[in-house]
């Protein structure tokens, strides 16, 4: 037998024989127990709960219900009158002590165990329960052991069930330290010597430092080095199984602890467990830059975006008979492209490295922005409507000749920044990846965005065939720019809109008094430049317009109103308390500059037939804006696997589990659900 697992059955037995010997119960105990009610008058026919208060001396410790490698757990024996059986205690989240090589599961200083009784609803009000509790326990320092025994207990008298506001406070703060349920079942598998879990935790949370603490004995070796990594939407725990006395669980019960003190109750059942290695890593990064690939080319046909990629296809047609310049110009678009979401992605990670909570298209929800791309969008509205020619920009005349590689990289710098807002369909997975793989496969991701933004135009730069089916330059096209002046019309109103939401009145009288002065100064330029400006000259000027009025905008707030009538905004509060009342909840999270967000309120969420069935069923509409970057969303998203908005979920009545609905909804879709 080993030498140490010698040592801990030795250990194990000597410590059973000692918690045999009878203590007396006036013996001064190392750590003195008692007992405290929430409610010191509790209610007939309600719950009250109960706290286990244990307080260590200096330089003492107790033990979890597992205790590990060494020492026993608590036991209480209840006595209360009528038969009356408190709920399983609920113990806070231990911490490790090692000593010889022993891995224990402790408590240092104050803490409480929680537990709850109902009161039965024949007693009346001024009736005494009295409840008295015999605890055993060991009570440790990092030398010696001592078995301790005492009976303590506490008499409630019947009442209104009121809870002094200090009490309160004081039982929240132990509230605060138990282990949670993770809610969601756990995976495990035993090889021949590690014991695996797979727990369902989306990424977001810090695993440094984590440990988990097993409640089922005889299953790992407490001691030995524990693996906990994220791997997709899993977090995968792997230890050595026990070296002495082995037993196959049909479940594995226990707790994983956090840094930051937070703990997870889980429960395992047999199951598959993903691996933790490079090859799975590289798969899931291949996984998330295939769907960044695809999100990226669907971006091409977002409303925004559509007026700028239009035009730069039809001057790629025109340069169907000169290949070479055809290229470059892609190749230049595509530089913008990448570059713009590279510089974004990078920017969103280095952020959240320094601890922000926020997802992607963060940059618009800072009204500043919003200013910088409205100013923005109306440069291109009047451009287009002809009041002024933009070189390099396509459109008009720029489409009888080549504006140049510059006017093409920052086309492409700007067709990404205005494309950003949207997550559709696939970038969602892929962007939540992003946001927890190493920093270069990050990056790789976000490239890989871009890239798939600009993949359209480099195969028309590459595959003569394309260009060939492209409408033939004429005089058409001038035509076809002055439409294009219309969506990008819209674009400049929606922002001018989103810029009310945020900042109220004064932003939109604000917004109206730029207009004015850009078209001005627009139309001046054109009467004195009739050959047109420079696209990098005029970003340039904007950002300085854009810096230099941004200290004149009021504070934007956190957004607290909602769209659709009768909804009522998000917080985890409010969730967790339409959970407990058995309601179906549909929970949705938006942004106003979210076009697919606003365009899924329209079409299918505040319809007629959806509400109509919402309300049969009772459910409640909650909803979560993230316009102005909330960080309870972020959060809340982050712990969904999602990096933005939006985002639709349904809670069926009384289930804790939400069911993820598409980003693409149909009223049809909403009045399925049960």
Sequence with gaps: MHRQALFRL????????????????????????????????????KS?????????????????????????????????PGGLKPAPLRYPVPKRFLTNGLMNHVFYGDHALLTSIMIPAGMAAG?????????????????????????????????DGGVAPGVRKRFDEWRRKLARPLGSPARFDVSAAKVRIALPLPPGRSLSDAWFFAETEQLVNYNAPQSITQVGGDVVIETSKAEFGYKSPETIKGVIAFADGMGLEIEAKAGAVPSTGAETGLVATLLALGGALLGGMLLNIMPCVFPIISLK???????????????????????????TCLALGGALLALRAGGMAVGWAFQLQDPRVIFFLLLLSAVLTLNLAGLFYLKGFGGGEALASQGGASG????????????????????????????????????????????????PFLALAYIPALRAKMPKPGPWMASFQRWMAVPMA?????????????????????????????AVALWLVGKRMPLGVGLASV????????????????????????????????????????????????????????????????????????????????????????????????????????????????????????????QVLTPGMLTALK
């Design 10 to 45: 030795i250990l194990a037995i000597l410590c059973g024989w000692m918690m045999t010997v009878p203590v007396s119960a006036q013996t001064p105990t190392n750590i003195m127990p008692s007992i405290l009610a929430e409610s010191e008058r509790p209610a007939p026919g």
């Design 48 to 80: 009250v709960t109960l706290a286990i208060l244990m307080q260590p001396k200096d330089g003492w410790h107790g033990y979890w219900k597992t205790p590990g490698d060494a020492g026993f757990p608590n036991s209480y024996d209840w006595t209360i």
């Design 127 to 159: 009736d005494v329960l009295p409840i008295r509790i015999k605890g055993r326990w060991l009570a440790c320092t990092d030398r010696i052991c001592v078995p301790e025994e005492r009976e303590f207990g506490t008499e409630l008298t019947i009442g």
């Design 313 to 339: 296809a039809l001057s790629l047609a025109k340069a169907g008979g000169d290949e070479a310049a055809a290229r470059r110009d892609a190749l230049a678009y595509s530089a913008g492209v990448i570059l």
């Design 408 to 455: 093409s990289f920052w086309t492409g710098a700007l067709a990404a920044f205005v494309a950003t807002p949207c997550t559709g369909p696939f970038m969602a997975a892929a962007l939540g990846a992003a946001l927890v793989l190493p920093v270069p496969a990050a990056l790789a991701i976000f490239g890989g965005l871009g890239l798939g933004l600009a993949l």
């Design 490 to 518: 819209l674009t400049t109103a929606a922002l001018v809109w989103l810029l009310w939401r945020q900042l109220g009145l004064p932003g939109l009288v604000g917004a109206g008094l730029a207009l004015l002065l850009i």
């Design 539 to 662: 970003l340039a000027a904007l950002v300085v317009v854009a810096a230099v009025a941004a200290p004149l905008l009021p504070k934007a707030e956190n957004r607290r109103d909602v769209a659709i009538a009768g909804a009522v905004p998000f917080s985890a509060e409010a969730l967790a308390k339409a959970q407990t009342v058995g309601r179906p909840v549909f929970l949705y999270f938006t942004a106003d500059w979210c076009v697919s967000c606003k365009v899924n309120e329209k079409v299918a969420i505040d319809r007629a037939e959806v509400l109509a069935h919402f309300k049969a069923k009772q459910a409640i509409i909650m909803v979560g804006d993230w316009t102005n970057g909330d960080p309870a969303i972020s959060r809340f998203l982050e712990s969904q696997g999602r990096s933005g908005v939006p985002l639709y979920l349904w809670y069926g009545a009384g289930k804790d589990d939400p069911q993820v609905l598409g």
